[in-house]
C-alpha cells in the first residue's frame, strides 16, 4: 500500500475526532476497514502475529458491511488508537 494512503487514512481518523455528519464516517470505514484488512495480510505475510491480531481487530472495528456500534467516546478512543498504530506501524504496510 503506498505511504499517501496511510497517511490519508490516519488523517481521516483524527479528523473524525470532531464531530461531523454520519455520512463523513460511512466514508471512513470503508477506507480504515480497507487499510487495516491490507495491513492485516501484509503483516501476516510478513509473520509478525502481533500486529495480525491488532490490525485484524481493527479490521472488524471498522467493517463497513457490519458496522458496530458504539458511544461516542468509545469512537473517538477507537480513531485516536487506530491513527496513532498507523503511524507507528506504517512501515509494516507500505511498498
Request: no cysteine; aromatic share 12%.
Amino acid at each position: 500500500m503506498p505511504v499517501q494512503l496511510i497517511y490519508i487514512t490516519a488523517a481521516l481518523l483524527f479528523i473524525d475526532l470532531i464531530p461531523l455528519p454520519a455520512g463523513f464516517h460511512n466514508i471512513l470505514t470503508v477506507m480504515a476497514g480497507g487499510t487495516f484488512a491490507w495491513g492485516t495480510y501484509v503483516n501476516s505475510l510478513k509473520k509478525i502475529p502481533l500486529l495480525v491480531l491488532v490490525y485484524a481487530l481493527f479490521t472488524i472495528l471498522y467493517n463497513p458491511v457490519m458496522e458496530i456500534e458504539l458511544n461516542r467516546q468509545l469512537w473517538i478512543f477507537a480513531d485516536l488508537a487506530a491513527g496513532i498504530l498507523l503511524l507507528a506501524t506504517k512501515d509494516h504496510i507500505q511498498q
